[in-house]
């Protein structure tokens, strides 16, 4: 019997043997010590141990804390046998939290998985009997398969549209339509499908005889024949049920129908006595994908005896970002708007959230990587800084702003921690260091950090950073997190008063590993909105947040635009304390000022009315006070002014020639004009970048404008910026010193020079 065999075997065995202490602390013996710290709601639900059990749990209120202790307790309390406890999740890296968490409050043998993952190993255990032979091999890429089901079926398709098409097949599995119901189905759901609804019938379902030809099964598949065995063979129904009793659902307002008829078949439907789920309708964001709200919304419609609990209590965002979550959540429609909860913040007072407009796009970008890198001097690491986005295609600008900053960052989704081929090589040479015992590489390191230091300095491991942002990045901070984690595991162990030496530091590498909880590295995070469920940082930037990408172009039913909104509750609630929303008015540099921030944003920033009228930039690079000036910049794409190569690069764009060309820049002025730049920052008490960015400052130096029209040709010059610097710039342009014509201006009786610049400041004031 193999090991995917083992798990599903009668002998209560399980998998998940026992493990070592946990470097948190030594685990509880007494019941009731996992109870403590809980606050009331999180008791209550730690104590209803007695199904069916309903957790509505908004956004950091500590839903995981409270599930994972639940069933700790039930497993110290002895009426939960680990064997037979199984929770499940909706990703692996949730289901690795949720085992390492338990692993630490001693509940070892508790399965925590995936659907697909519980599925598959019940599907690969019972299939020989009830179907006979071996199981179809799992097919885990659909791509090329659609693509040669679309060619049986006559159609043409670009590569751009195979990911659409097989998205749609994926949808159909999910809320079990056949090919032939496709075209009704998808009507009735008012889906807009990527091509003709006939012409999918005929793709969806030559994917299917293919997969049938070749004895292969998608991922779906894997869902749906684990719950027909189930439905078709009642022995083998009753054989699951019998191993499993106890079952937890996270993110239970994501199930699909299909993920439904699984869970219904694993728990027998009915009373649900064993059945606990956990979820909050107002992060309901994979609609899109077959996910509906219905299942946790009716949830005590069909288990009437059933513990509702609510946790409001937010332990992770302050006062301030909680009062806008809960903005959001009050002008919300809709069945799943009746049932929000309304959060109530337990952290201290923290900043305001900030709104900001800018020009375009690349300003918006360049400005935001600025204000990342003085959080980071302010102290605020960067894998706690966040830039979120609606699509992934919106990342690359922000890429290149934080590279030109020299600022690391990592994208949402690559490759996990553990698989990583440096992490994988790291472990076998600090292993092989903790056999050897006596290894000279060690032998004079004081700790079990400097330990570490001394393996992975055998393979590039430095002291400090590297340069850039590549590859040889990447790969330090890869071995730097191991580094964080070493330091972070002795001081837990010696809090416990238990040793820490490199045998028991790798032992909890493997543990962690297997249990795929990987450590932080040391990079601002760029992710999706989607991508950014289920995780936080200290600080956010919500970017690009124009009517047209939140909500999203295609958005047009009700419930489209309210998932939309749910889509920004989710990416507000990812903050603990710095929080900022932006929006550019142009997609390039001189491009058409005409986008509006989001409406869902209307009646909560300042100065959004009734009329909808704009907010100033509150601290940004460029101000909504220029929108006048980008409508009269010039528009189209931007050209090289020496080679005359069509520009895409931000910091290209605005300077108006590529990196490579040679370069016309005054140096002597460019040098006066950061000396004049830092004088006015200092005066105003504002960052530099705040009057003017170095690539500003740059294309002021080539150009050398001689008149008001030609400075508003360059790029971040705006009119808030015109009126306020720009006769100094001009001065500056004209070999002239500024503070001498400052000084003379003082002795003007009448007090107009200052009045103005008084006037104007307190036109753009954000209290305005």
């Not at 684990?226 to 307002?253: C, K, M, N, S």
């Not at 929080?579 to 001189?590: C, D, E, I, K, V």
């Not at 029209?709 to 710039?729: F, P, W």
């Not at 009786?749 to 305005?768: T, Y």
């Amino acid at each position: 019997m193999g090991p995917m065999q083992q798990e599903l075997s009668m002998d209560g065995a399980g998998v998940g043997g026992p493990g070592g202490a946990s470097w948190y602390g030594a685990r509880p013996s007494d019941p009731d010590a996992v109870l403590a710290g809980l606050d009331p709601e999180q008791r209550a639900v730690a104590t209803a141990l007695h199904g069916p059990v309903c957790v509505l749990a908004g956004a950091g209120t500590g839903k995981t804390r409270a599930i994972t202790h639940r069933i700790a307790y039930g497993v110290r309390t002895g009426v939960f046998q680990p064997q037979q406890v199984l929770a499940v999740t909706f990703t692996a890296r949730a289901a690795g939290e949720m085992r390492g968490r338990l692993r630490q409050l001693g509940a070892d043998g508790v399965q925590a998985r995936t659907f697909h993952s519980a599925a598959l190993r019940q599907l690969q255990y019972f299939w020989p009997r009830a179907v006979g032979g071996e199981v179809p091999r799992l097919l885990e890429r659909k791509v090329q398969l659609v693509a040669e089901a679309a060619g049986r079926s006559g159609l043409r398709v670009q590569r751009s549209e195979l990911r659409d098409l097989t998205s749609e097949i994926e949808w159909a599995k999910v809320t079990q339509i056949v090919p032939d119901d496709y075209p009704v189905a998808v009507a009735k759901a008012g889906r807009d499908a990527p091509r003709d609804a006939s012409e999918i019938t005929r793709v969806y379902a030559a994917y299917e005889q293919a997969k049938r030809d070749r004895n292969v099964i998608d991922f779906e598949d894997v869902l749906l024949l684990t719950a027909a065995i189930l439905e078709d063979r009642p022995e083998i129904a009753e054989r699951v049920r019998g191993q499993y009793r106890h079952f937890t659902v996270d993110e239970y307002q994501d199930v699909s129908p299909l993920q439904q008829r699984l869970l219904d078949q694993w728990t027998g439907g009915g009373a649900g006595a064993g059945l606990c789920v956990v979820g909050d309708a107002s992060q309901t964001i994979y609609s899109f994908t077959g996910a509906t709200p219905d299942y946790l919304l009716n949830f005590r419609t069909k288990h009437p005896d059933a513990t509702v609990v609510k946790l409001v209590r937010d332990y992770r965002s302050t006062p301030q970002v909680v009062h806008l979550a809960n903005g959001l959540l009050g002008h919300a429609r809709g069945e799943a708007a009746r049932h929000r909860l309304e959060l109530v913040s337990q952290r201290p007072s923290g900043p305001e959230p900030v709104y900001l407009e800018y020009p375009d796009e690349p300003a918006e970008a360049e400005a935001t990587a600025y204000r990342i890198k003085e959080l980071i001097e302010q102290g605020v690491r960067p894998s706690e800084i966040a830039v979120l986005f609606r699509t992934n295609g919106m990342s690359e600008i922000y890429e290149q702003a934080l590279a030109d900053l020299g600022l690391a960052y990592q994208l949402k989704g690559a490759e996990r921690f553990f698989e990583r081929p440096e992490v994988r090589e790291a472990g076998l040479l600090l292993r092989g260091a903790a056999r050897a015992g006596s290894d000279p590489l060690t032998a004079d390191a004081p700790d079990l950090a400097a330990q570490v230091r001394a393996v992975l300095a055998t393979r590039g491991f430095t002291a400090t950073a590297p340069a850039g942002s590549g590859a040889v990045r990447e790969r330090w901070e890869s071995l730097a997190a191991l580094v964080r984690l070493a330091e972070e595991f002795e001081a837990g162990r010696r809090a416990a008063g238990e040793p820490a030496d490199l045998p028991a530091y790798v032992a909890e590498l493997d543990a962690r590993a297997a249990a795929q909880h990987a450590p932080a590295v040391e990079g601002v995070t760029l992710a999706s909105l989607h991508a950014a469920k289920g995780l936080e940082w200290d600080a956010v930037f919500l970017v690009g947040l124009t009517e047209g990408t939140l909500p999203i172009i295609y958005a047009k039913t009700d419930e489209q635009l309210e998932e939309e909104r749910r889509l920004l509750y989710v990416g507000v609630t990812r903050a603990r304390a710095h929080l900022s929303l932006s929006w550019a008015l142009a997609r390039s540099p001189g491009g058409r000022a005409g986008r509006k921030p989001t409406r869902f944003l209307d009646g909560l920033r300042p100065g959004s009315g009734a009329g909808g009228s704009r907010t100033g930039a509150r601290g940004g690079a460029e101000g909504s006070g220029e929108r006048s000036a980008a409508r009269r910049a010039p528009r189209g794409p931007v050209r090289c002014r020496v080679c005359g190569r069509t520009l895409t690069e931000a910091v290209e764009r605005k300077l108006r020639r590529c990196e490579d060309c040679p370069s016309t820049m005054d140096e002597g002025l460019y040098e006066r004009l950061r000396e004049w730049r830092s004088r006015r920052a200092k005066e105003q008490g504002v960052p530099a970048y705040v009057v003017f960015t170095d690539a500003t400052l740059m294309a002021i130096a080539e150009d050398v404008p001689a008149s008001v029209a030609e400075l508003t040709q360059i790029s971040g010059v705006g009119a808030m910026k015109l009126d306020k610097y720009g006769a100094d710039v001009l001065s500056l342009c004209s070999g002239e010193d500024p503070e001498v014509e400052q000084a003379a201006e003082s002795d003007d009786p009448s007090g107009e020079v200052d009045a103005g610049l008084a006037e104007d400041e307190s036109e753009n004031s954000p209290e305005k």
